[in-house]
């Protein structure tokens, strides 16, 4: 089963405090920051991930580029992120295949609802995004615990051996 998970931009930048702080003094730093954090969700989770922006916010119209492994969508001139998203759901919508929106707009939310996808609210994504980046902490943590780890463990009796045959003794 393959999951696909479509972000609205803006509403998520809106919605998590952090972002929402950001975009009044930087709005580029704020959507590149929600595509990191996406990077890292995509990475732990394997969900493939799309975000998408309202093109009225940024020059660039209707482009669709690639950053750290996540499609990021500007929409087209007069075409609205809502638009675009209703779109992609029923362009994407398959059997083996689960969509997810997040977004915490509640009129897009029964539109997608009623095309078959599953919402997922902007606390929830934020609250997945931090259990990720846990996740991902944890994994780098054991992964240097293997790697100091590996020297492997020899007897008193094989120690003695084997120096002696470094020093060419028999």
């Known amino acids: 089963m393959r999951t696909i998970l479509l972000v609205d931009g803006y509403n998520i930048i809106g919605a998590w405090p952090k972002l929402r ?3 009044d003094v930087d709005l580029e730093l704020a959507r590149d920051l929600l595509i990191s954090k996406m990077a890292e969700y995509q990475a732990f989770s394997g969900d493939k991930v799309s975000v998408i922006f309202d093109a009225h916010m940024v020059s660039g119209i209707g ?4 950053n750290h492994r996540v499609e990021v969508i500007y929409t087209k001139s007069q ?10 759901v029923r362009e994407l919508k398959r059997i083996d295949t689960t969509i997810h ?5 509640f009129a897009e939310q029964s539109v997608i609802f009623g095309s078959g ?8 994504l934020l609250t997945e995004t931090d259990l990720a980046k846990k996740g991902i902490e944890k994994l780098v943590e054991n992964t240097r615990k293997q790697q100091k780890s ?3 463990y020899l007897s008193e009796e094989l120690t003695e ?5 470094r020093r060419g003794e028999r």
């Open 21 to 23: 702080e950001l975009k």
């Open 63 to 66: 482009k669709s580029y690639k």
């Open 79 to 88: 075409e609205t992120a809502d638009e675009r998203i209703e779109r992609m």
């Open 101 to 105: 929106v997040a977004t915490s707009d």
């Open 117 to 124: 996808a599953l919402r997922k609210s902007a606390r929830e």
């Open 150 to 152: 590996t020297h492997a």
């Open 161 to 165: 051996i084997f120096e002696k045959w």
